[in-house]
């Protein structure tokens, strides 16, 4: 029986554990794909019926689409009713404690002693630390953690509870989030397929296919009774291919991610299903050469096997891979001491374990879950004094175009939205049925759809990209993070409705409803305090006016008086260099809140002080352009053959680009 003070030290590290999983599951929601879940679940909720058509579609509202999360959707739509964005925030917080709590205790039971639990859920926190967000997927750790018992060994003497538990596991699953609860399915179809090649291949006669067939059918009567799961999977698996295409990280195996970001965490992340695949197999290859067929555990091959696949196929599996982790450590744990509830003895061909394995968890779990709070808290949040400030914001800070949809849902502007992909979710939640998008989280597009989103999404070819858009479908509205336009002078046929710093609304002037936005944006710029306001038909000077409204609502934001704040401190420094950094970072506000002039005069200083950055010739041929000064603008562009360009963003390299070939070319 371990003493008072081991049994204190386990509660005082797993509580650690516990913590660092809640302080990361309460950060503010910045998950893109929140806003159009919790406007399906208003529609469940006030119709009593789960959508057929992709409803919030500006392009083809009556095609079919089902979505496989509407337990989620209408839940949460209830609870924000409720409690606003901080319950929902509150009960993310605790699900996903309560998962990883769950975690530590299912290890504790049934893998070892406290230093492989406090190993494994330290594990699954690092790999798991992305989906902490306010989305279905969130909950799938907490659901295949439930599933643990069983895949251990449980499954071998079956009873009716776990049946019937199973049942109501995949029930409860495949309405939340259908495409994972397959997972259920599958682990159990595994079991099954492992027990029969035990008996036919082994010739095992206490091979358990009883219990794992009775088991794959609660299974599966409890996923097929949800109503969503096969439609879709079927608008799934039509989505998923041009996520991949066009580069959506989550879908990318789970090792590109050492290209992406080579932070220890993250090449832990890419890394991880990896070494634990290689360890696998060295551990199995042992014990088979020392104790022959006895050794092999078809049932466990197929499970790790498996998962280990899953793994690496997608980055947002990378978790996944602490099942077999499990199963090794499970085979480590000491064979005497401290008692392991629901763990059979091990057989004869398992080897001693090694030595100072427990010190040897317990230091690695220490680093694990610093290697967690430096990306999730450091990184992440930017410091623990950061993170206190962000607690206050339900809302991640410049992550969704609250400006811009506040005024598209208070003029009640109407029409079709050729929009950022990231701000499709807010714009429904904010703006439909009035409005519909061109693309959302979903991807939803099919064929010439998917011409106009790459074209309108390449800031070079998005002029032609809107104008396909509103000769195809309709598209009247560009919604995206400015400036939106190349050059910043909009596009002929294109007129400003409204900007708040870099969320710019721009109106077609042969749109359907292109008069009444006019009129209903003029109206709301009145009732927000504007005077003398001319009408948007005569251009600059409506463009002029909207700009310094906007501007004054989107500097008061926390992220905007922050970048403000730093630029002031470094222009205060005597070093040249910081200086040249203060005036390049109150440009680029300048630039983006549209006070060109200001934003011109800071890149000059900048120039001035640091001539070898390209971002200030950059900045100062834009900002130059949209006050009409195309000399002046010339003259910055030629110091560019002497710059490196790497430096530059892809987004600015376009830019420059087409800066030369107006300017110079």
Known sequence: MPSRGTLLMEALAASALLCLAALLAAHPIFSVDFHWHLKLGDVIRSTGAIPETDLFSAVHPDAPYVQFNWLWDATVSWLHERTGLLGVRIAQTLALTASFGMLYFVARLFVGPASFALLLTAAGLLLFEDRFRARPDALTLGFIVSMFPLLLGNYRGASAKHHVFVFILGLLWSNIHGGAS????????????????????????????TQTGTLLLAAGFGVALSPTLVPGMVHWMT????????????????????????SPAMMLVALGPTVVALLYVIEQLRRVRRGGLPAVDLPEWLLAGGYLILAHHAVRNSFLCILPLAFMLRRMAPRSGERILGRPPPSASDAPPPRNATSGAYGLAALLAVLTFHDGVLVGYGGMARAADLMSHHLVPDTYPTHAARFVSEAGIEGGINNDGRWGGYLIH????????????????????????????????????????MRR?????????????????????????????????????????????????????????????????????????????????????????????????????????????????????????????????????????????????????????????????????????RLPRAALSADERRRLSLLEARLIR
């Open 430 to 469: 904010a703006a439909w049925p009035r409005c519909g998008v061109l693309i959302d989280t979903r991807h939803h597009l099919k064929g010439a759809m998917w011409d106009v989103f790459k074209l309108s999404h390449d800031v070079a070819t998005r002029p032609l990209g809107l104008e396909l858009g």
């Open 182 to 209: 397959l997972l259920l399915v599958l682990s159990v179809g595994a079991l099954l397929t492992g027990a029969i090649g035990e008996r036919l291949w082994l010739k095992r006669v206490d091979a358990p296919l």
């Open 473 to 641: 479908y309709g598209l009247e509205l560009a919604v995206f993070r400015g400036p939106t336009f190349p050059l910043i002078v909009p596009a002929e046929g294109w007129v400003l409705l409204f900007k708040a710093g870099d969320q710019e609304v721009y109106q077609h002037v042969d749109g359907t409803h292109a008069a009444q936005n006019m009129a209903r944006a003029h109206a709301w710029l009145v009732d927000n305090g504007a005077q003398d306001v001319p009408p948007p038909q005569t251009g600059s000077e409506y463009a002029e006016t909207v700009t310094r409204l906007g501007a004054l609502m989107w500097m008061k934001g926390p992220l905007q008086q922050e970048r403000l704040q730093l630029a002031m401190a470094r222009l205060a420094d005597g070093h040249e260099r910081a200086r040249a950094r203060g005036y390049r970072g109150r440009a680029r506000l300048m630039l983006q809140a549209g006070d060109y002039r200001a934003a011109l005069s800071d890149y000059r200083q900048a120039m001035e002080l640091d001539a070898g950055n390209p971002r200030a010739v950059v900045g100062t041929a834009l900002s130059a352009l949209a006050l009409g000064q195309p000399e002046v603008a010339r003259d910055a562009l030629s110091r560019m053959s």
């Open 239 to 262: 989505a998923v291919q041009p996520q991949i295409q066009i580069g959506n990280e989550e879908w990318q195996p789970s090792y590109t991610m050492l290209l992406r970001d080579p």
